[in-house]
């Protein structure tokens, strides 16, 4: 800027301002550099977010968070035993985004038959497959019932994935009933896909037996708490 003015202030201008627009963009210019200390050194660019003079781009990553609050933001407990497709499915599902009806309408995909298959009472979205839909409630009811814990009473997929936080249960039980609780979306999720697009209907003990199935299976395998027998799995004992 300095290379700019001469003494007194004076612009050096290619061509002096001759319009009203021109010479009020002047004024506001002068207004603005008014306070300005100019000096001989050549003009540089200077990094003050970070309260620093270095600029990168972890700086401007502090600077664009530091003043957020992310304090009430839902942060999912991942499960170690299970799959990863089993923890995906979950995260995305809390945040409405796996490819149910409701889902795909919003993103322009239109779907005539909008009803839950397994209940032709509701409609085809997150909260309804998995928290109101009478399979669904059939379903978490046995679970309840074999993990000895109090009946869900869920009325979101949140939470669904909070469940093992409740009650007075040790570490290695919530792991487990956690692991069941992720298993259980997993499959009554396949359960629906394979009724709406092959037309297999699956009975609520069918799934059970499937979930109890598979979630032994991965138990057992990824989890390395010993040795577990299926008798025991069934009665829930001995984690």
């Known amino acids: 800027m300095s ?11 290619k061509s002096d301002p001759d319009s009203a627009v021109e010479r009020a ?3 506001d210019l002068g207004a603005a550099v008014a306070s300005a200390s100019l000096s001989l050194n050549p003009d540089r660019w200077s990094w003050l977010g970070s309260g620093s003079n270095d600029f990168s781009v972890a700086a401007v990553k502090y600077h664009l968070v530091s003043r957020r609050d992310f304090s009430n933001r839902f942060v999912m407990d991942q499960c170690k035993w299970v799959p990863k497709k089993c923890n995906l499915f979950a995260w995305r599902a809390e945040m409405n985004r796996v490819p ?11 779907v005539i038959d909008d009803m839950c298959n397994f209940c032709n ?6 909260s309804h497959i998995f928290t109101a839909c009478p399979l669904a409630l059939g379903v978490w009811e046995k679970i309840s019932f074999w993990c000895r814990i109090q009946n869900f009473f869920v009325f979101s997929f949140r939470d669904l994935l909070e469940i093992h936080n409740l009650g007075d ?6 792991e487990v009933v956690h692991g069941i609780i992720l298993t259980t979306c997993w499959v009554l999720w396949k359960a629906r896909n394979n009724l709406r697009f092959n037309g297999k209907k699956s009975s609520v003990d069918e799934i059970f037996s499937e979930i109890r199935v598979v979630s032994f299976f991965w138990f057992k395998h990824r989890a390395r708490k010993g040795s577990l027998d299926w008798r025991d799995w069934c009665k829930f004992v001995n984690m």
Do not use: F, I, P, S
Request: proline share 0%; net charge negative; charged share 40%.
């Open 169 to 174: 249960k040790g570490k290695t039980e919530r």
């Open 3 to 13: 290379d700019r003015l001469e003494g007194d202030g004076l612009w050096l201008w």
């Open 100 to 110: 149910t009806v409701e889902a795909l309408g919003k993103r322009g995909v239109v």
């Open 25 to 27: 963009e002047w004024q």
């Open 121 to 126: 009472e509701g409609l085809d979205l997150v």
